[in-house]
């Protein structure tokens, strides 16, 4: 017997998934999301939060660049409270192929991708830190998009309509009965115990994961996962996204990203999706390349550095480079390939492309189901879209203004008492994801003033559920497992003070285990 | 400009050699960035609490396991007595009894309801935590947390209790500090009507841990006075920086350079020495249009370690001292280190400059650098502050030892 009936259980509380359960809700079907952490620990969590204009697209793979800026303009009307209309430039260096810039404008045109070409003094007024070494600058409609922003409303607006979220809830196994899946197991990892959600159809959106997620299922499927590593600057240094403008490749671009900015990528083909460890001559490399469009990177403060996993998906017989394989998605139907008759992967993409991604994906189950319901996620916005675009002045006006909001915790990304109080009530214990719910901890002193003060607070509000000096610690590591790979100049400074703060005046000494996996932002 | 001895960086080891130097006849300014670890410790002296990660009982008791160079391996016993001895002379005189000896490390409670090592703490948080105690938080003020303070002493074997206390009104900014609150507890009204809260919040309890707040412009008086009106006793838990304790003891140095002539020039960073025939002659200060040139006898590098921006890392791995460009012992690159764990030592915390007993910088071939440069403090190598809980003792007992090597010295 199954503890939960369901419609359709979707795997993955990343992008993709939640947009996913929000389409299904919208159309009126039953669903349960499982999700084996917390929303947004994936590659969801772990990018540089770029909102696409396609501009990098262009030029390789155009049909990406085609859903990127639909869907730009899509996010803009529906969620415009998770962007921040930065705008964005690609700016074509001297060392660059110049023949690029023609064949990108072109591109632009082709792809629907608004493009206008500035004068070399309208540029740098724009941008004041650009290098001066340039040769022709583009602007785009790219922008930034707090991913964990919109997942949240992506699943509050589901839940509101009937969808069911099951957080920390690992799949462990699905029930089969001949081809068709009749339930699926997943641990409940807080309770210690398996649950079993009976269901007629399966979605795994379970991104670089949803290869494990087949295999479980009896299926095929063989993802590519590409690791990207990003680093993240103290602050912003421009105030659009800066892309070079060549073929994608490694650190090419700057995302100004609430009060920081992150540079990224890289990308190397792993096996193995929860490997997101970060080499530290990938950071240099990063830095260094960056600095060729704002010199002032190269001897700026870096915070710290991460990579995820890109969902990329390689059928069978692609060979070559990850960079290689298109950005584009796939709706996988597993019974006209290998395996169980009810279950669909939905695989590649990009956060910025998640809601059509989950369009096509619900439109194909639809179908199959015998629900008529057009898909509404393009028209209907999420609850917060009334505030309109999010602006970087926007948390300090709001911790000014209201006098209700009470003492600031973290400094440094202004995160309230009141708020996180709120937050802990609604159940949520670990500092972790309350950083990743409020920010808390992201700014300059990573965590070392915000950090015990929350975990008093949690620990206030909810006595004894979460152990505040383990919880502390849990923090203060993951804060340290991203600093560790770019600790010089004042960060050595940072890192040492904190060192001293914890270990010194508080002498907290080190109780638990390391962790086994690392999430992020 | 003109001094005898030049004191780089004003830190506790350089504000302690600078009022050593002074006493001993040595006409002496100082010059520094900025503030030093006064401001961000715990404000208690430790001097070695542990040694390889285990506690020691007496700081004495670890000095021969520690390693051959280490700053306490390199200098007699004697010195570390007289460097405290001078040192409690100095905070007494200041109305900033400490209390504790070289006989027997002891607890100072923190705000995470630990207790932390040390060797000497100042007598508001000396308070012994004997029958109930009453831990009590400040409404409003976000650096202590009683029920955390409160569950990590009752972890520890105490009774301890939570009270909370509303704060009499204070005109103050929304989000206030330690700062803050401790000079509202300066004002005598102000105080009076906390101290009758907190004699209501503490009747059932025989001591109470308030946090590190209580006043700074006079020492100890207002925490003296706040027992006296309160009738309890009342324990000052160490709080996150700024630090009001280290604040107060800032200040005792201050007004003893003030008594002895002493300049101080904070917001200086010294950039560079001048050097002729083998001995140093000058620092370089960074002015606002041009670098500044004082000229002097003799240089005594206080700057510190990575942390106090005496060394600076780098990118490439390198560690570089920052006045002299003096040799530091390091690593070979960054990922080397650092530890995987955070609340792990890291061996970055122990770069610094290798000396002679004499405290004179070496350079790579172990002959002295440079004629009348001596270095104090963290910017020694061969001991990590944090790790071994040193820090204040290695400040006192270098700059000691510095100053009773150039009393000697022809001014």
């Known amino acids: 017997m199954a503890d939960l009936e369901t419609q359709v259980v979707v795997v993955g509380g990343g992008a993709t998934g939640t947009a996913v359960l929000r389409d299904l809700a919208l159309r009126g079907i039953d669903a349960v999301l499982v999700e084996r952490a917390d929303l947004g620990t994936g590659t969801s969590g772990r990018w540089h939060g770029l909102l696409h204009s396609g501009g990098r697209y262009v030029v390789k793979d155009p049909v990406s660049a085609t859903e990127c800026i639909e869907e730009n303009m899509t996010l803009r009307r529906i969620a415009p409270h998770c962007v921040e209309d930065t705008g964005g430039l690609f700016v074509l260096l001297p060392e660059n192929e110049q023949s690029y810039g023609d064949a990108f404008v072109e591109a632009c045109e082709k792809t629907g991708v608004p493009c206008e070409e500035l004068s070399l003094d309208q540029a740098r007024k724009r941008e004041p830190l650009l290098t001066p070494n340039l040769s022709r600058v583009f602007a785009v409609p790219d922008g930034t998009l707090d991913g964990w922003k919109l997942m949240g409303g992506f699943v509050a607006d589901a839940t509101s309509r009937g969808a069911r979220v099951l957080l920390r809830h690992p799949v462990v196994g699905f029930e089969r009965d001949g081809d068709q899946i009749r339930a699926v197991r997943v641990r409940d990892t807080a309770a210690g115990e398996d649950r079993l959600i009976g269901c007629q159809w399966v979605l795994n959106a379970a991104g670089a994961w949803a290869g494990q997620v087949a295999t479980l299922a009896g299926g095929r499927l063989r993802m590519a996962p590409g690791k990207g590593a990003m680093v993240v600057m103290v602050s912003r240094y421009v105030r659009g996204v800066v892309n070079d403008c060549r073929m994608p490749g490694d650190g090419d671009i700057i995302v100004p990203v609430h009060e920081v900015a992150i540079l990224g990528t890289t990308d190397v083909e792993t096996n193995d999706p929860d490997d997101i460890s970060v080499d530290p001559r990938e950071v240099d490399f990063m830095i260094d390349a960056c600095a060729q469009m704002v010199p002032a990177i190269a001897n700026g403060r870096v915070l710290r550095a991460f990579s995820g996993s890109r969902p990329l998906y390689k059928a069978e017989d692609a060979a070559g480079d990850s960079r290689d394989i298109t950005r584009a998605f796939f709706v996988l139907d597993h019974s006209e390939r290998d395996g169980p008759g009810n279950l669909l992967s939905i695989v590649g993409g990009k956060l910025t492309t998640c809601r059509q991604m989950a369009e096509r994906t619900v439109d194909v189950l639809a179908a199959k189901m015998g629900v008529d319901a057009d898909c509404a996620t393009a028209e209907v916005p999420l609850p917060g879209a009334e505030h309109g675009f999010h602006r970087l002045a926007d948390p300090l006006a709001t911790v000014e203004k209201k006098v209700e909001y009470g003492e600031l915790v973290c400094e440094c990304e202004l995160v309230t008492r009141a708020r996180i109080e709120a937050a802990v009530d609604q159940g949520t214990t670990e500092l972790d994801d309350l950083r990743r719910q409020l920010r808390l901890g992201f700014g300059p002193c990573q965590g070392a003033f915000c950090g015990w003060r929350a975990a008093a607070i949690v620990d206030d509000r909810r006595p004894g559920e979460n152990e505040p000096l383990a919880n502390l610690e849990r923090f203060l590591e993951e804060r340290w497992r991203g600093q560790r790979m770019a600790v010089w100049g004042d960060g050595a400074v940072q890192a040492l003070l904190n060192h001293a703060i914890y270990r010194g005046t508080f002498d907290l000494r080190p109780q638990q285990e390391p962790a086994e996996t690392e999430r992020e932002a | ?89 100095l905070a007494a005189a200041a109305g900033l009894a400490h209390e504790g000896s070289l006989d027997q490390n002891r607890r100072q409670v923190t705000a995470l309801g630990t207790l932390r090592p040390t060797c000497l703490v100042p007598a508001p948080a000396a308070r012994p935590l004997a029958g109930r105690v009453a831990v009590v938080g ?119 350079l003030r008594e002895l002539g002493v300049r101080l020039q904070l917001g200086f960073p010294v950039t560079g020495l001048e050097v002729g025939d083998g001995r140093v002659t000058a620092v370089v200060t960074e002015g606002a249009s041009r670098p500044i040139v004082t000229r002097c006898n003799e240089v005594v590098l206080a700057t510190g370690g990575v942390a106090g921006r005496g060394i600076q890392a780098q990118r490439d791995g390198s560690l570089v001292e920052v006045v002299a460009g003096l040799p530091v012992q390091g690593f070979a690159d960054r990922m080397h280190y650092l530890a995987d764990r955070f609340l792990d030592d890291h061996p970055l915390g122990a770069a610094g400059v290798v000396v002679d007993a004499e405290l004179r910088p070496l350079d790579t071939t172990g002959k002295p650098a440079l004629d009348g440069l001596r270095c104090v403090g963290s910017l020694l190598a061969d001991h990590d502050p944090t790790a071994e809980g040193s820090r204040e003792g290695i400040a006192l007992v270098t700059a000691t030892r510095v100053a009773e090597l150039l009393a000697a010295a022809p001014v």
């Open chain 2, 138 to 256: 400040f409404a409003g003020f976000r650096d202590f947390a009683a029920g955390l303070c409160a569950r990590g002493l009752r972890d520890a074997g105490y009774q301890a209790s939570v009270q909370a206390v509303e704060l009499p009104s204070w005109s103050h900014e929304r989000h206030f500090t330690a700062v803050d609150l401790a000079r509202a507890i300066d004002d005598a009204g102000f105080r009076s009507r906390l101290a009758d809260r907190l004699a209501g919040a503490t009747r059932d309890a025989d001591v109470a841990v308030v946090p590190a707040v209580l006043g700074l412009a006079a020492g100890h008086e207002a925490w003296a006075d706040l027992e006296r009106r309160t009738g309890i006793a009342l324990v000052e838990a160490a709080l996150a920086p700024p630090s009001v304790p280290g604040l107060r003891l800032y200040a005792a140095w201050l007004a003893r």
């Open chain 2, 1 to 89: 400009m003109r001094a005898d001895v030049v004191v780089v960086g004003a830190g506790p080891a350089g504000l302690a050699a600078a009022v050593a130097l002074a006493e001993a006849g040595r006409q002496v300014r100082i010059i520094a960035r900025g503030n030093g670890f006064t401001h961000w410790g715990p404000g208690a002296v430790d001097v070695l609490a542990r040694v390889g990660g285990k506690e020691v009982g007496r700081p004495l008791d670890g000095v021969p396991e520690l390693p051959a160079r280490h700053p306490y391996r390199l200098l007699e016993d004697e010195v570390l007595r007289r460097a405290i001895d001078r040192f409690q002379r």
